[in-house]
């Protein structure tokens, strides 16, 4: 909504349960980062939030920070990601009723997908670079990231580490409506931001460093506000209530572990968009000799990098083919030793986020999404693996599938031998929501 004749303001929130040397880490027992934006007669930019702070990797603790890794340490973070590798999930409620207004679990693994496919290669050399620390090289990551000192030393503590100011994507902060603070009836009452933080195993690929960890420094949230002019403010408050429309994330969590994987889901969403998934063998998730942000095809053999190739996928609704009425057959159900991506699975997986003849600047290329076996993470080019499954369940009318009532269900046949190489799935479903807000309250209608 425009604001004419208003002004701006611009806001600098400290985290409401900072301890006290203001010093936050996972090993520390700090694993939730709390902002508070006050109820207020004023509008919020949803997609200028930022969160910003600096980010210290330590290869062992010593007093209150620790030893700063080198080359031959070989401690590294996600390139896709950076310092997005640290959230775990995000809750956005009202600050003044508690009522949650989008909670996405799985961040990192959501965002592993989703910030590769959405940005080039230049915009991660370029910007997210410089804002997050995401580096599509993994030893020029490890360089700048992990093995960057910046004060981390025990001569110079002020300032520790990379210092980063990241957004956070999500279908309520990102939608083209401002937020109203207000808990008169025309806002939500105050909105309140809870990070919760990864577990430096999942955050961190450290082999021979069980020690390593992350601590953060200096945190604060940002974001600019709009003041309504005087004539606007007296019109809203004759308002009661409000609606506000956004597309959320949804996320899932499931294994499989057979040629026939079957993975159902019942939604309770009445507009489901799109659904996405990636995959990483389970015992790569938590683990500091692993990368667990890494979007990999289905492994077989965890120690020969022996791929399972997906064969065909059939998508379907209420026991029904929906939205694509045939399955989709694989390149390499015909000819075993393909290492190439299937287009089909491809293309469908990229239009899940947003139609593919519009997506023109991704990091996807036959580099990144291939079956390709590999036995370790410094093999791979770019910023690694960008695998995954996916489909646009609307591309034209932009209003959803309704599967209050049936189910979603993905049938895979896949080369998946050995019953011992469990593959994790992350789903995310994303879909059009509905905020309805007074002054009594709010509610979200799926």
């Known amino acids: 909504m425009s604001m004419s004749g208003g002004s701006t303001s611009y806001i600098d929130i400290q985290p409401s349960n900072v301890p006290s040397n203001s010093l ?85 693994r959501f965002l592993s997908s989703y910030l590769p496919l959405i940005s080039s290669k230049q915009e991660a050399f370029g910007h997210l670079s410089e804002s997050a620390g995401a580096l599509p090289n993994a030893v020029g990551n490890m360089l700048s990231f992990s093995n960057n000192e910046n004060g981390s030393d025990a001569t110079g503590r002020e300032y520790r580490g990379n ?15 401002n937020i109203g603070l207000s808990s008169k009836g025309w806002g939500v009452g105050g909105l309140q931001v809870d990070i919760h933080l990864v577990p430096d195993s999942q955050f961190l690929r450290a082999p021979t460093k069980n020690q390593a960890f992350y601590q953060l420094s200096n945190l604060r949230l940002l974001a600019e506000l709009i003041n309504p002019a005087p004539d606007e403010l007296s019109r809203l408050m004759s308002k009661s209530s409000g ?132 036995k370790n993470a410094d093999e791979f080019a770019d910023a690694g693996q960008m695998f995954g499954v996916g489909v646009a369940m609307d591309a034209i009318s932009g209003e959803g599938l309704d599967f209050r009532n049936d189910t979603f269900t993905l049938q895979m046949e896949t080369g998946l031998t050995d019953s011992s190489a469990v593959q994790s799935v992350f789903i995310f479903v994303r879909s059009k929501q509905t905020l309805v807000f007074n002054a009594n309250g709010l509610q979200v209608l799926q």
């Open 24 to 108: 936050i880490s996972y090993r520390d027992g700090n694993p939730v980062v709390s902002f508070v934006i006050a109820e207020q007669d004023r509008y919020l930019i949803g997609s200028s939030l930022r969160i910003a702070g600096n980010i210290a990797v330590y290869e062992t603790p010593s007093g209150d920070h620790g030893v700063v890794p080198d080359v031959a340490d070989n401690v590294r973070t996600n390139p896709k990601l950076g310092v997005y590798g640290i959230i775990d999930q995000v809750v956005l409620s009202s600050q003044s009723n508690k009522n949650t207004i989008e909670h996405i679990r799985h961040y990192g």
């Open 243 to 374: 609606t506000m429309e956004y597309n959320a994330i949804s996320s899932y969590y499931t294994t499989i572990a057979s040629t026939n994987a079957i993975v159902n889901l019942r939604l309770g969403l009445s507009r489901v968009l799109g659904v996405f998934m990636n995959f990483i063998p389970s015992a790569n998730l938590n683990n500091l000799s692993q990368d667990g942000y890494q979007t990999l095809p289905m492994i077989n053999n965890l120690t020969s990098g022996e791929i399972a190739a997906i064969k065909q996928i059939t998508f379907l609704k209420g026991g029904m083919k929906m939205p694509l009425e045939y399955n989709i057959t694989a390149n390499v159900r015909d000819d075993a030793t393909l290492v190439s991506a299937d287009p089909q699975i491809l293309r469908n997986f990229m239009n899940s986020f947003l139609p593919f003849m519009k997506n023109i600047r991704t990091q996807v290329s036959p580099i990144t999404y291939n079956r390709i076996p590999y």
């Open 163 to 177: 210092s980063f100011c990241i957004n956070l994507p999500s279908g309520f902060l990102m939608s083209k409506e």
